[in-house]
C-alpha cells in the first residue's frame, strides 16, 4: 500500500495508526516521507504536509515584424 496516499488522506496519524491499516512494518518508507519534508511531527501527532508547486508564467511583449526591404 502507498504510505503516502494514506498519510495525504488521513491528515493528522500516528504510526500506529497507519500500521494497523496497512498490516506491515512501514518505518524505512514513513522514515523517507519525513526526510522529504512531507511528513511533520506535532503534538503527538503526524501530519501530512500539502507541498504544492508554483507555477509562474513570463509574459513577453509581441514581436513586431518589419516588412524586408525589396530586393535591388
Known amino acids: ?3 503516502e496516499k494514506l498519510a495525504k488522506h ?4 500516528t504510526l500506529d495508526e497507519i500500521e494497523m491499516i ?3 512494518d512501514c518505518k524505512t518508507e514513513f522514515e523517507h516521507l519525513l526526510n522529504e ?3 511533520v511531527f506535532e503534538q ?3 501530519k501530512y504536509i500539502e507541498i504544492s508547486k508554483e507555477k509562474t508564467f ?3 511583449p509581441k514581436p ?3 516588412k ?3 530586393p535591388p
Not at 488521513?10 to 496519524?13: G, T
Request: glycine share 8%; proline share 8%; aromatic share 20%.
Open 10 to 13: 488521513l491528515k493528522e496519524f
Open 22 to 24: 496497512v498490516e506491515c
Open 58 to 60: 513570463e509574459f513577453y
Open 44 to 46: 503527538g501527532l503526524y
Open 64 to 66: 513586431i515584424f518589419r
Open 1 to 3: 500500500m502507498n504510505i
Open 37 to 39: 519534508g512531507k511528513i
Open 68 to 70: 524586408a526591404p525589396p
